[in-house]
């Protein structure tokens, strides 16, 4: 009977981890919030924009947080990141460096098509 319901208990757990896969939240939000758009898509940066995939969650948190309240010295570079952190909620911080900090490439995702077409782009 003990053995049944802690199966049965077991059960309710995995089936509510399931509904959230963390990982894969933070992944959506990545590129829903923009992310990508400066720190590429595999979080790998570029220019002035810093690599931020596998870094320390707690250290992710804590910048992030620190660009939402926009409290503190910030140089130019780092106000670029204001407009991405102040409407992130807790939980949205909490996905995205979740992603971010176990990021590993997806071999099985869409790549982008590097080859393209180059007629009726002109408009000419
Ligand atoms: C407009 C370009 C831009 C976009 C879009 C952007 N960032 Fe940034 N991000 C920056 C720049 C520039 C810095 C470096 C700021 C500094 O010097 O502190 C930075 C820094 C960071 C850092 C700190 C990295 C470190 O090692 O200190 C994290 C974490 C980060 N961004 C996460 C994000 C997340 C998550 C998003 C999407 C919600 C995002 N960024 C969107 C430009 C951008």
């Known amino acids: 009977m003990l053995t049944k319901l ?3 208990l077991s059960l309710g757990f995995i089936s509510l981890y399931a509904e959230i896969d963390i990982y ?31 870094k320390p969650k707690w250290y992710l948190v804590k910048k992030m947080k620190f660009y939402r309240g926009k409290k503190g010295v910030m140089n ?3 106000q670029l990141m204001i407009p991405f952190a ?30 393209f077409e180059s007629w009726g782009d002109g408009g000419s």
């Open 6 to 8: 802690l199966f049965l």
């Open 24 to 54: 894969k939240e933070g992944e959506i939000l990545y590129s829903q919030k923009g992310c990508n758009g400066c720190h590429g898509i595999h979080g790998e940066g570029m220019h002035e924009y810093p690599v931020i995939m596998n």
């Open 76 to 78: 130019q570079t780092a």
């Open 86 to 115: 102040e409407n992130l909620n807790d939980d949205e911080i909490s996905y995205l460096t979740h992603f971010l900090s176990l990021y590993k490439e997806d071999l099985n995702a869409p790549r982008y098509d590097i080859e």
